[in-house]
């Protein structure tokens, strides 16, 4: 199976002219054209613009416990650095141990997608800010008395105001969700082979990494994951085993939207697992053959399933370079 | 007060002959002479060798969640980073939003105690690590579990047979210990204000930390807050407001023992607040006057406290740059 794709897409190159007119062409590059290197930033909203005191502010912030009600959960407990910016663990577990219902999805590249949460219910990072904070499953914390908390310390003072300046109250609930959006925009990882690939340098993929590009484009997956960060924004039907999770269907209460998900990104897929709504998809063999099955209807043939989970692994980037900071 | 205590121990230098005879000496030799800077590493055990490769994997077992029952909480949970390598509320939290009794200790230069936790109840490192895995209140995994956890990961079984060599079944619970311990054995602050002060930089304290100084050495606070760590090591009884904790009485069944504690550390006390076991003690100002009431049975005035509050921030040291581990 491997070997007849990689070789009907050998003869496309020829056909097309393009074998022999790059040095060391594949001949893929119809295969290249339909996805898009990681860029190293998202696009940034004019109502936030990125700068350096926000990114510090919110670098702060994302590691701070004391927005919790407990004292003892942030945003890097559960979206931790050592973890692919997620948990590894199948649902979210937050205060007092309550189990969440659903999959950690990882920050990392989150502002390349165009809506937040499985079920797609904020549209971008600003408004999902103060969710996890706020839900009982999580942080468990109202969001009184976390400024209240962080008003206590003069550093929080200052930094805030470096980051707004000229805002004679400057720890407010926007400027929290604000500041730690701006940190998540820059939770990135470009420069992963396959972003290599699609620049140019043809040797950063193995040929079994290939065949897997070349299946997931012929097979469909790409209908749905495309784009920059492999993901469309948009809302598909999936019952993955063991869910009944009814998704989208909680936001918009129409029935259209009963058991529907955005899209999760697949970069750095390999490092970002358990997999799934539920989380109950322990590797990303089993997740490519469930996907096969509940999107395209189809049963992968085993060599095909080894062929895109290697090409997957092409996906994880380099991890960003973040300091856990000193916090007053 | 600030001010006679000064003059007092200049003209202490003047009788010993000391000033005049280095260049810009504060006439405080004596005074130096009753402290130790703190070294960059404590003594290592003869039977755990310091290697890099037991450091590395000591690294990834601190930030590793996996090894508690929840999934979600390591050592760095309660032992932050970003809180001076503690957590900064008053009781520990641990499994499922439990409070245990008392505050946590910073693990920073814990390898320069001869004896571990409050209680003193482990003499060293390698027997204090797997409590808190194993605590009910803490981690509450079972260490049978953990090891199978680990032994799950490839990268794990790589890392431990790096670190322990020529052992058939390297992933045990004394390796664990071992590489936890030695990874704790590199989190030291050496270079703090006072440490350069007592290597000869005399300006690297100010004349009201220097007050402090001599105030902690002629109250007696140096009693017990001695040696490179400013702690004996030792257990003396105390009881603080609102604590009801008997102490090293649990440990040992003793009628002495009740209601004692061991020294903590002195080092990086102003970022590792609340204060005393049981946490209940805010601000460092309120710990010192504390303190000298309970066990020096003093009322400091409030320029003396202010002076040893001002001498104590001159024991922060520069912090660990430990990078955050990628997991498997």
Chains 1, 2 share one sequence.
């Not at 919790?68 to 407990?77: D, K, L, P, Q, R």
């Amino acid at each position: 199976m491997r070997k007849r794709l990689l070789v009907s897409a050998i003869a496309l190159g020829s056909t097309l002219g393009l074998v022999g007119t790059a040095l060391a062409d594949d001949g893929l590059a119809d295969y290249r054209d339909r996805f898009e290197p990681l860029p190293h930033l998202p696009s940034i909203p004019a109502d936030n613009s990125l700068t350096k005191e926000k990114v510090r502010l919110g670098n702060m912030l994302f590691f701070e416990p004391r927005i919790s009600a407990s004292g003892v959960i942030s945003c890097a407990t559960c979206h931790n650095p050592a973890l692919g910016w997620s948990d590894r663990i199948p649902r979210a577990t937050g205060h007092d141990g309550q189990i969440g219902k659903r999959n950690t999805p990882t920050v990392l590249n989150a502002g390349f997608l165009e809506s937040q949460f499985w079920d797609g219910r904020e549209p971008d990072l600003e408004s999902q800010a103060l969710g996890p904070i706020q839900a009982d499953v999580e942080m468990a914390m109202d969001l009184e008395g976390a400024l209240s908390r962080l008003e206590g310390f003069e550093l929080y003072q200052r930094r805030f105001a470096e980051a707004f300046p000229g805002d004679p109250a400057p720890i407010s609930a926007d400027h929290l969700a604000e500041a730690l959006a701006s940190f998540q925009r820059t939770l990135n990882t470009p420069d992963s082979p396959f972003d290599r690939y699609l620049r140019g340098d043809l040797e950063a993929l193995s040929e079994q990494q290939k065949a897997g590009m070349v299946a997931f484009v012929d097979s469909g997956c790409i209908a749905c994951h495309r784009g920059a960060n492999l993901s469309d924004s948009q809302f598909h039907r999936i019952q993955v085993p063991g869910s009944t999770d009814v998704g989208r269907f909680d936001v918009t209460g129409e029935e259209s939207d009963r058991h529907r998900f955005r899209t999760p990104t697949l970069r750095n897929v390999a490092v970002t697992y358990p997999y799934m709504n539920n989380g109950a998809t322990e590797t990303l063999e089993e997740a490519v053959a469930i996907m096969g099955q509940e999107m395209l209807g189809r049963d992968f043939e085993q060599a095909t399933i080894d062929d895109i989970t290697a090409f997957l692994h092409s996906l994880t980037g380099e991890m960003p370079d973040i300091e856990v900071p000193a916090l007053p």
